[in-house]
């Protein structure tokens, strides 16, 4: 294991100003989970680790006025897999957090490590893709928020930059006539990774069932998660039954994409299967969005 | 790199250490304090032989900073048992027969402690979820379910 000097702030701004003091030199860490591993490897040597677990009020869930949902970056998965408001309101993240990792991952993990670690091996940028959401950054110049459909960049690559610090996920309320859906395709149910995690968003007027809008996020597949626009287009304006969404699938394949290989999953078998995957979440997120 | 002393609460007992801010729970476990009931194989989080309860939680105990496990509570298997009485999980894994090599035994055994502690009497497919985290290359995990649905209610 890697030595370093392990800072643990009490504050967003006294972790902010670590950040600006040893810049390229400190990691940011939340629980750990994603970031031990390649610590121990060698991976990564940063020479200062910040620990943002003594930060008080980081792991709230919780909605504002409007019913936007806002998520603190220190929730776990498991919070956030058995919260009430999410299950209710929010499925599919409920849903994506249900097969991830096992419960000892999802009982200290948290969404912002997970995010900002930036695998492109994993379940959650998909869902917040297709709902819209976006991340709040924090640094001593101030905060904005990012979509999360610009926040992945690469291989542990992000959108943050080297002050930043994730402190809150903002996902919009999903409109009553609006279903989403997360499907994942891998090995077993439980431990595994994504080869194919599809993210299906519909909405649909109540009056002609004809959908109005529609994002479809691909995560996994490639180094970043990407919406498949082709496949949206395909859906919105049309009246959709299980039957005409077989139909618009029947020939659909996703010429222009990069698949990458990985290790438990070769590149053709990702881009056979991620039209079947589309086709299913398109289908539970129309149930979805169909009932009252 | 600067060791610190901190305290830690395992098994209700205060342990005043001295460590460095790297070293890794399930290590501090079974190298400085002999708790070897804990045990290490994958390295990695992936098989559940580590597997500890923090403030009731299971976790992953190879892939967590001892240092942030300050004003937590932590209970390894050497502390599930009151003496030399067996907790009834405990009871329940030797009555079924759900030990065999008996390298995953404890980290099964405080999976099952925290769901039935969260769920006192979860279904079949609540108890494998609950151990879906816990690697079994010996009993097929038949009996180890039975262990945990028979101690459970």
Same mark, same amino acid.
Do not use: W
């Given at each position: 294991m890697i030595n370093f000097e392990y800072l643990e702030p009490a504050s967003l701004e006294e972790a902010a100003g670590y950040l600006k003091k040893y810049s390229y030199e400190a990691k940011l860490k939340a629980s750990g989970i994603s970031l031990l591993l390649l610590l121990k490897q060698g991976f990564f040597t940063p020479g200062y680790l910040i620990s943002l677990l003594k930060i008080k009020n980081l792991s709230y869930i919780k909605t504002d006025d409007s019913k936007n949902?806002?998520?603190?970056?220190?929730?776990?998965?498991r919070e956030i897999e058995m919260s009430e408001i999410i299950n209710s309101h929010f499925y599919a993240l409920a849903e994506m957090e249900y097969d991830l990792g096992s419960v000892q991952i999802r009982n200290r993990g948290t969404i912002g490590g997970c995010i900002c670690h930036g695998d492109p091996l994993i379940d959650p940028?998909?869902?917040?893709?297709?709902? $819209?959401?976006?991340?709040?950054?924090?640094?001593?110049?101030?905060?904005?928020?990012?979509?999360?459909?610009?926040?992945?960049?690469?291989?542990?690559? &992000?959108?943050?930059?080297? $002050?930043?610090?994730? &402190?809150?996920?903002?996902? +919009?309320?999903? +409109?009553?006539?609006?279903?989403?859906?997360?499907?994942?395709?891998?090995?077993?149910k439980a431990? $595994?990774?994504?080869?194919?995690?599809?993210?299906?968003y519909l909405e649909i007027d109540r009056n002609t069932g004809i959908c109005s809008n529609s994002r479809i996020a691909l995560g996994a597949i490639s180094p970043t998660p990407v919406r498949a626009i082709d496949a949206e287009e395909m859906l919105i304006g049309k009246r959709l039954d299980n039957q005409t969404i077989d139909n618009i699938f029947r020939d659909y394949e996703l010429e222009d994409m990069e698949f990458s290989y990985d290790i438990r999953c070769p590149s053709d078998y990702k881009k056979w299967t991620t039209p079947v995957i589309i086709k299913r979440a398109v289908k539970t997120a129309l149930e979805r969005a169909s009932k009252e | 790199m600067a060791k610190r002393k901190i305290k830690l609460d395992i098994n209700n007992n205060i342990y005043e250490l001295e460590i460095e801010p790297n070293r890794i729970l399930a290590d501090l476990l079974r190298e400085e304090l002999g708790l070897t009931g804990t045990k290490k194989s994958c390295?990695?989080?992936?098989c559940g032989s580590c597997t500890v309860l923090l403030d009731g #939680?299971?976790?992953?105990?190879?892939?967590?900073?001892?240092?942030?496990?300050?004003?937590? #509570?932590?209970?390894?298997?050497?502390?599930?048992?009151?003496?030399?009485?067996?907790? %009834?999980?405990?009871?329940?894994?030797?009555?079924?027969?759900?030990?065999?090599?008996?390298?995953?035994?404890? =980290?099964?055994? !405080?999976?099952? #402690?925290? !769901?039935?502690?969260?769920?006192?009497?979860?279904?079949?497919?609540?108890?494998? %979820?609950?151990?879906?985290?816990?690697?079994? %290359?010996?009993?097929?995990?038949?009996?180890?379910?039975?262990?945990?649905?028979?101690?459970? =209610?």
């Open positions: 949902l806002l998520i603190g970056a220190l929730a776990t998965h940028p998909a869902v917040l893709i297709a709902l $819209d959401a976006g991340a709040k950054a924090f640094s001593l110049r101030g905060e904005r928020i990012i979509p999360f459909s610009e926040f992945f960049k690469g291989y542990y690559e &992000t959108a943050l930059e080297q $002050d930043e610090i994730l &402190t809150e996920l903002v996902i +919009p309320k999903i +409109p009553s006539n609006a279903g989403c859906a997360y499907i994942k395709h891998t090995l077993r431990m $595994d990774k994504p080869f194919v995690g599809v993210a299906a | 390295d990695i989080g992936v #939680k299971a976790i992953t105990s190879c892939i967590t900073l001892a240092v942030d496990c300050v004003n937590k #509570k932590i209970l390894t298997i050497e502390g599930v048992a009151n003496g030399d009485k067996l907790d %009834r999980i405990q009871e329940a894994f030797v009555d079924r027969g759900a030990v065999q090599c008996g390298f995953c035994t404890p =980290g099964m055994v !405080l999976s099952a #402690k925290a !769901l039935l502690c969260e769920n006192p009497n979860p279904s079949e497919v609540e108890i494998r %979820r609950a151990i879906a985290g816990n690697l079994c %290359r010996c009993t097929g995990y038949s009996k180890i379910v039975e262990a945990i649905k028979s101690a459970s =209610g």
